[in-house]
């Protein structure tokens, strides 16, 4: 059973605006949230995390947003940039060995 | 600058045989990882490593093993590959230590004939 979902497979944004990509995850023991970014025929790269104490993690263009309650984070990036085009892949670890991944959304950036 | 090299980038094999996907990472890494990437799966974990010599089953462990003979290497063997592990297949590696994040491989692309 898929314990963390992204549920967009997609997403397009004009160059500027604001891409917003949602990740749910079930388990209530994960107390630590990451996103990584893949470009094609490379491997993903670390971009932000999130730990459970915080709800709101910025770096640059990119801010994690974590809402405990409802077991939902979000990846804002603002303003959007033809280069940051990529599968997003978001996941979280309860003890910090384990990561369990979503199923990626593929942001496109249009110019 | 943190690096983890993955053997092949492509690898064509046939069903029945047996393969090995190789990693090294050159920043002495305690733990280690193995994934393979499908389309609407995302990544899932085959088996990961805390320290050389020892293993742990991921979420999908069945018709794979894995070797970890030294700290900065972690073999991933297809016992008789068959077509249902082609697949894109992703080494990971992490410090011990609190939680960090992983630094990947570029994978390797397995096609099972």
């Known amino acids: 059973d898929q314990q963390v979902k992204q549920n967009s497979p997609s997403l397009s944004v004009q160059e500027g605006r604001i891409s917003i990509l949602n990740c749910d995850y079930t388990?209530?023991?994960?107390?630590?949230f990451l996103w990584y970014k893949k470009y094609p025929a490379e491997g993903p790269t670390f971009l932000i995390s999130i730990s459970s104490i915080k709800d709101k993690n910025e770096d640059g263009r990119f801010t994690v947003f974590l809402n405990k309650s409802a077991k939902h984070l979000s990846l804002h990036i603002v303003p959007s940039q033809p280069g940051d085009s990529a599968v997003y892949f978001c996941a979280a670890s309860a003890t910090g060995n384990q990561f369990y991944f979503g199923t990626g959304t593929s942001l496109t950036v249009i110019p | 600058d943190v690096k983890v090299t993955q053997s092949s980038r492509y690898l064509v094999k046939r069903t029945g045989e047996k393969v090995f996907l190789e990693c090294v990472q050159d920043m002495d890494h305690e733990n280690m990882f193995w994934y393979r990437q499908d389309p609407g799966l995302g990544l899932r974990l085959i088996y990961f490593s805390y320290d050389v010599k020892m293993k742990e089953k991921g979420d999908i462990p069945e018709g794979y093993s894995v070797s970890r003979e030294k700290k900065e290497r972690f073999s991933l063997i297809l016992e008789s590959a068959s077509t249902n592990q082609t697949s894109m297949y992703l080494c990971?590696?992490?410090?011990?230590?609190?939680?960090?994040?992983?630094?990947f491989g570029d994978g390797t692309r397995l096609s099972i004939l």
């Open positions: 990971a590696s992490t410090a011990q230590g609190g939680i960090q994040p992983q630094h």
């Open positions: 388990n209530s023991m994960f107390d630590y």
